[in-house]
C-alpha cells in the first residue's frame, strides 16, 4: 500500500503561484499512474491533471490548461502541480491520487473511480 501525503496549499492572491507535491511513501511512484483531484464546496470532485508512470504522457483540464504542469521526480518519489496564474476559481482542496501501473502501461488516468489511492488534501485558496 502506498501512502501519499500533499503540501504546498495555501492563500495566494489572484495570479500567483503554487505549487503542490504529492510524496509518496511505501512504493515508488515509478510503478504508479498519478493525478491531481480538486473538490470545491458544494461541488464534486474533478480531474485536473494526469500523468503517466514514465512521465511521458500527461493530461490537463480545459480549465487549467496552460496554467498549471504537472510533473513526476521519480527520485524523491514525488509528483508536483505548478500553478500558475491563479484565479478565485481554482479556489479547492486538492488530492493527489495514485494508482499501480505495469511496465506495459504507460496511460494516464482521469476518473476518480481509477485510482485506488488518495492522499488527504491540501487547501487552496485564491483571493480576488
Known amino acids: 500500500q502506498v501512502q501519499l501525503v500533499e503540501s504546498g496549499g495555501g492563500l495566494v492572491q489572484a495570479g500567483g503561484s503554487l505549487r503542490l507535491s504529492c510524496a509518496a511513501s511505501?512504493?515508488?511512484?515509478?510503478?504508479?499512474?498519478v493525478g491531481w483531484f480538486r473538490q470545491a464546496p458544494g461541488r464534486e470532485r474533478e480531474n485536473v491533471a494526469a500523468?503517466?508512470?514514465?512521465?511521458?504522457?500527461?493530461y490537463y483540464a480545459d480549465s487549467v490548461k496552460g496554467r498549471f504542469t504537472i510533473s513526476i521526480d521519480n527520485a524523491k518519489n514525488t509528483v508536483y502541480l505548478q500553478m500558475n496564474s491563479l484565479k478565485p476559481e481554482d479556489t479547492a482542496v486538492y488530492f493527489c491520487a495514485c494508482r499501480p501501473t505495469s511496465w506495459s502501461d504507460d496511460n494516464y488516468y482521469t476518473g476518480l473511480r481509477e485510482y485506488a489511492n488518495w492522499g488527504q488534501g491540501t487547501q487552496v485558496t485564491v483571493s480576488s
Open positions: 511505501g512504493r515508488i511512484f515509478s510503478m504508479y499512474a
Open positions: 500523468i503517466s508512470r514514465s512521465g511521458g504522457s500527461t
